[in-house]
DNA sequence: AGTGGTCGCTAAACTGATTTAGCAGAGCAT
DNA sequence: ATGCTCTGCTAAATCAGTTTAGCGACCACT
């Protein structure tokens, strides 16, 4: 790979100067004293030898490699990982900077090898990024240097940036206050253990905790609230069945997530029933399968881009302690409407 | 990050040897006449140390990173573009080696920018990833060194590891047939576009040409084939809708991928039909919606994770120079019986 | 006694950049 | 003539490894 390429001495040489004045010149150095006629021999030089500094060397004497960590827990599982890492590609990128990728798989042996791997290389900072977002403890090893949570807090108070899901949460609730429904909202998708353990989830609370304020203040409370063991949409089908089966039928539905939301659209097609004539349906994610769902999904979106790129800037421009709270915007779909009269 | 961080020379100093004797011992290299002492202290000490060695000062010297380039066109649109990184990772890790991804995002300026930036880094080697399987020209920029295409082929007769969509045609129509499925045999997501340009996609034609095998084989043509402008649910719904109009229902429907076929689903259950009691569907990608779906639909898997695999072990150990097809296993799922009576 | 070979190890060169310390010459004042 | 400052530039050290060339001691053989 790029075997003979220019170096620096080649290009004094040709430039008739020493490596260190062509080193100067080429790192815009403040305040060397070099001729205006000498700076232009050594661009022209450069230019002429198609010279490309060996960043091995550079770093190897000024410790920077122009090169993050981004390690996870699990790239691949979830769809949303591709976003996040686009987002802090094109961040690095902007930067002059390239990312240099590891997976924890969650196995703590794994997760050492993925730590020195960086390590050993001299990346210029850590993101760790978690799939879900969640809290947790960042390996000691790699407090060295900077880093930055990525869909994750710690306890440390490191800089972080999360989605905010109080404020989805929130937007969910308006959205069918606004459209008049009041008294026959349900939710599918309550679960103790996200909802209780920060190191499962941050987003089973804060979005439950939005929910609730928007509908206290408006003087409402949920008709039922049914619970899942997962957020998927097996579970979300048979909560929608239970729903059905009682007396009194919602007139919305606020789904945790889009695969919940997948799962009650299945019950409620076998049912017969029509959204959002006969049941408005709201959700948090934006997974493509909402946009391809019909009739469409509303829901609000996990800014997963953007929260990549927060962290990249975060990590090289440095900013606030305080975790960054990312808005998720609402997409308002067809699969909302007034209450049925 | 990690300042302070034991040298070769103070490991060398502790084990009272020469950096020479050290970096000899710790290397495993053969040949060398050193006593089994000399390599008890040398070990001893660095373990002591804790020394790791520096890869910027070693790659300077032997012009080795262990580390690949990933480059693609587009990491973040396909939800399968986290498989092929995990895959990748995974052997990229077991042959201690690290991936610095890049993306191009099909642009000719970005893609400069990601082969200097890879290249400025002494890769070992680059794997170039296409999201849509097709064939493509790699920039000449990075023919110096190992290149192996991922999810793609090119003109020049480079390594490369693509799926067997032939082989997954063939499988989804002898799945067809064997369940008794002869004459009312639909297709969805017929598209010139994607059949007669390479380098759009290789796998629309291969899929064709694997169906058209086996049904050929066993005398049996199609009932209708149905051409969709993208390979999207709203595709799948609108081709689905025109073939239930027709007077001869189908009693098995191919879709070129789940994404066709989730549409497909739609249609069906608007029309009041059941799978696979009425109507049987089989597809090709095993998206994870095909699980999700009701009843989950039977596939033929893109083995991505495979496949990524599949390209570190090409570039780092070497291999043959016709394109690696990596099998596509069928997924039978509740979408498949026999034909209604 | 001289020659050659093996053993166990090391000094020093080398990779390609950055950075520190400082030199030669010009101009000017004393 | 001396000292001083300023200008424009460079020699050499440095980063942390790998690699080449070779040294001294010891033994065997002629």
Redesign the interface.
Known sequence: ???NRATLADVARRAGLSKTAASMVLNGREGTRLSAEAHQRVFAAAEELGY??????R??RT?K?A?IA?VSDI?????F???L??GA?DAA?ERDH??????TQGDAT?EQ?AI???????????IYAAMATRRLTVPAA?L???VVLLNATSPDGLPSVVPDDEGAGRSVAAALLELGHRDAIALIGRNRLKEDDPEVSLAARARLRGIRQTLDEANVSLLAECFCAEW???HG?AAMRGLLSKPKRPSAIICMND?LA??AY?AL?EAGLTVPEDISVISFDDD??AA?L?PSLATTALPH?QMGRRAVELLLDGGAAEPALVPMPLRRRRSLAPPAA
């Open positions: 790979m790029g075997r490309r500094p060996n960043l091995a060397a770093s190897l410790r490699t090169t981004f790239v691949a599982t979830t769809r990982a591709g976003d890492i686009r590609l990128r390239v990312l240099l990728i590891t997976e794994f090898y020195e791997a960086v390590l050993d290389r001299q990346v210029d900072g850590v790699i060295g240097g900077p998927l949409p097996e089908y695969r997948f799962g299945q097609g493509p399968i391809w019909r881009e």
